[in-house]
Every structure is written in structure tokens, then in C-alpha cells.
T-cell receptor, first 111, second 112 residues
Framework: DGGITQSPKYLFRKEGQNVTLSCEQN?????MYWYRQDPGQGLRLIYY???????QKGDIAEGYSVSREKKESFPLTVTSAQKNPTAFYLC??????????FGSGTRLTVV | KNEVEQSPQNLTAQEGEFITINCSYS?????LHWLQQHPGGGIVSLFM???GKKKHGRLIATINIQEKHSSLHITASHPRDSAVYIC??????????????FGTGTRLQVFP
């Protein structure tokens, strides 16, 4: 079955450490996205990529980095520069005009 | 003010009731999505609309482009419908992307 796999489901990080969240899709979608969800707020776009080896900043890119070396993979690194990293992170992909598929999310907690 | 507003924020219902969740937006759009988020956090896409009405099982979604308003209806609600329902729009200024603007969600609880 096609879909998006995010791992891990829960992640704990010490302050000052970088951490990488995995997102893999086997849907053959060109576009992939990373969103952040905080309580009481709508999802906010961190980064997106429409094609391999190309990505664009979203609304809240500061403190995050991404890569898109393969069509199937779009990992997100939360760097120590992100001041408030504790949140729920969702990865998504789309085939333009045909709707979205979301992953099951990664809950990151800074301890 | 958010570009996508949903109402109500919270909704409780008895099993079998007819449910309506509303979404209003202030930007020009090319498509509107209704999404369902379960307590574990994963999101499922329910509908993508650009005009008119769509139905899938007990779920019906409508959109009025002129009034910039969409509704999600659930007929014969069931406890398994308990979830957060999220409205999201693809604005016309998204150019050649599928970037979405999200509402804050409506939390629905259906009791037996």
C-alpha cells in the first residue's frame, strides 16, 4: 500500500542538540511538505519541496533545515537554533491538483 | 485575524445526531480541503473541493465560492467520528504549488 512513513513517532531531545525527523513516501508524489502543529494553532508550513534537489522556505523556517536528494525522502533537521522546538511535526506529499497525503506525525519533546 | 476560520471550536453530540462544521476563508482559493485528525495525530484527507458538493458515506462537504464558505456535514454521527476536523485552503497566490492555509480545527466528540 502506498503512503507516507514518518519516524520516529516520539522523539526526545536535549537542549542544544540537533535532531533529524524522517519522512519517506512511496506514492511517486513530486511535492513534499513539513508542517508544525502547536496546541490551539493551525498547521504551519516549515519547508516544502516540489522537485528533487530543490526546496523552499515556508512561513516558519528559522531553526530548521531540509534536504531532498531522492524523490521518496524529505528529512527535516531541527537545529539548536530553533528556540521552541517542542511540537508535533507532520510530513505530507501531494500530486498537484489531486490532493494531499499526510504522515502519522512525530512528537518532539525537548528535555 | 486568521485567513481560515472554523466554527465551532468544540462540538459535542449524541450518537445519531446530524453534525455541521463551518469554515470561512478570506482569500481567493483554487481548492478547499477537509481533513480529519485522530487523537494519535495522523491526518486523513476527507475531501478536496473546488465547487459544489461531494459525498462519501455519511460525510457531505459543500462549498460556496461566492460567499467564501464551506460546510462539512456528518449524518447519523457515531462515536468513531470523534476527531478534530480541519479545513484548509489552497490560495490563488500559491502559484504553482499545493501549499495550504489551515484553520485551527473543530474538536468533535460523539457520545453513545
Amino acid at each position: 500500500d502506498g503512503g507516507i512513513t514518518q519516524s520516529p513517532k516520539y522523539l526526545f531531545r536535549k537542549e542544544g542538540q540537533n535532531v533529524t525527523l524522517s519522512c519517506e513516501q512511496n506514492l511517486n508524489h513530486d511535492a513534499m511538505y513539513w508542517y508544525r502543529q502547536d496546541p490551539g494553532q493551525g498547521l504551519r508550513l516549515i519547508y516544502y519541496s516540489q522537485i528533487v534537489n530543490d526546496f523552499q522556505k515556508g512561513d516558519i523556517a528559522e531553526g530548521y533545515s531540509v534536504s531532498r536528494e531522492k524523490k521518496e525522502s524529505f528529512p527535516l533537521t531541527v537545529t539548536s537554533a530553533q528556540k521552541n522546538p517542542t511540537a508535533f511535526y507532520l510530513c505530507a506529499s501531494s500530486l498537484q491538483g489531486w490532493g494531499y497525503t499526510f504522515g502519522s506525525g512525530t512528537r518532539l519533546t525537548v528535555v | 485575524k486568521n485567513e481560515v476560520e472554523q466554527s465551532p471550536q468544540n462540538l459535542t453530540a449524541q450518537e445519531g445526531e446530524f453534525i455541521t462544521i463551518n469554515c470561512s476563508y478570506s482569500v481567493g482559493i483554487s481548492a478547499l480541503h477537509w481533513l480529519q485528525q485522530h487523537p494519535g495525530g495522523g491526518i486523513v484527507s476527507l475531501f478536496m473541493l473546488s465547487s459544489g458538493k461531494k459525498k462519501h458515506g455519511r460525510l457531505i462537504a459543500t462549498i460556496n465560492i461566492q460567499e467564501k464558505h464551506s460546510s462539512l456535514h456528518i449524518t447519523a454521527s457515531h462515536p468513531r467520528d470523534s476527531a478534530v476536523y480541519i479545513c484548509a485552503v489552497r490560495s490563488l497566490t500559491s502559484y504553482n504549488t499545493d501549499k495550504l492555509i489551515f484553520g485551527t480545527g473543530t474538536r468533535l466528540q460523539v457520545f453513545p
